[in-house]
């Protein structure tokens, strides 16, 4: 069965410091890898992507996200932490030829000033 | 930049009762989906739709639930007979069905079955 972890709940971090929010995936065959952002009362913007290339992609607001194939893993990151990065975070894959997006369970960031 | 938009934010029906959730995908976009977040869960996939016709549903998707296009810019979701269990936030999302490109989703309309 596909599924998609977000080991941490929350993630606590000092504005001004890296952040990392991981993310792991068992699905077959080379999914789609995606990172939305859910800020209070709204949908789910789109952060960042990886579909084949570099294994370090970018994305929107700073963010960017490391794609591992043999931990198939697929952790965002951030350099420097802003307050107004505190949102929750989905992790989500898609096969290649479309379909539905499966999603972690989320985790919800909380940088502090 | 454009938007899907979704009526109403929150919506709230006696249990029994026929609800329709209502969305306007971007407008160049070829496919839609419904997805829903039972509170303090993960967002969970519902349907597909595509060229008139649902392309994917999932066990959640069972005889209560429709979809439709009724026109060229609005996509809707009815639950014949609402049940408590219901209750969540559902999210319209669509692409434009190119290599990897990302769904869009809309702000969501929280159900509440009473």
């Known amino acids: 069965a596909q599924s998609v972890a977000q080991p941490e709940d929350q993630v606590n971090v000092a504005e001004g410091n890296p952040l990392t929010v991981k993310c792991t995936y068992s699905?077959?065959?080379?999914?789609?890898l995606f990172w939305y952002v859910q800020y209070p009362n709204r949908g789910l913007q789109f952060l960042l992507k990886?579909?084949?290339?570099?294994?370090l992609v970018k994305g929107s607001y700073g963010f960017e996200a490391e794609f591992n194939k043999s931990q198939t893993s697929f952790h965002l990151k951030k350099p420097s932490a802003l307050v107004s990065d505190s949102a929750l975070y989905f992790c989500?894959?898609?096969?290649?030829?479309?379909?539905?997006?499966?999603f972690g369970q989320g985790t919800e960031l909380s940088v502090k000033p | 930049e454009p938007e899907v938009t979704q009526t109403p934010s929150h919506q709230v029906t006696q249990m029994g009762q026929e609800v329709i959730l209502r969305c306007v995908p971007i407008?160049?976009?070829?496919?839609f989906y419904w997805y829903r977040q039972i509170l303090g869960q993960k967002v969970e996939f519902l349907v597909s739709?595509?060229?008139?016709?649902?392309?994917?549903k999932s066990e959640i998707f069972d005889d209560q639930f429709s979809v439709e296009r009724p026109d060229g810019s609005n996509f809707t979701l009815k639950i014949r007979s609402t049940k408590l269990e219901d209750s969540a936030m559902y999210f319209c999302?669509?692409?434009?069905?190119?290599?990897?490109?990302?769904?869009?989703f809309g702000d969501g309309t929280r159900l509440s079955i009473l």
């Open positions: 739709f595509y060229n008139n016709e649902i392309s994917e």
């Open positions: 999302a669509s692409s434009d069905g190119g290599r990897g490109q990302p769904q869009h």
């Open positions: 990886y579909i084949t290339g570099d294994n």
């Open positions: 699905v077959s065959g080379n999914p789609y």
């Open positions: 989500a894959v898609r096969r290649p030829q479309g379909g539905k997006l499966i």
């Open positions: 407008s160049n976009h070829l496919y």
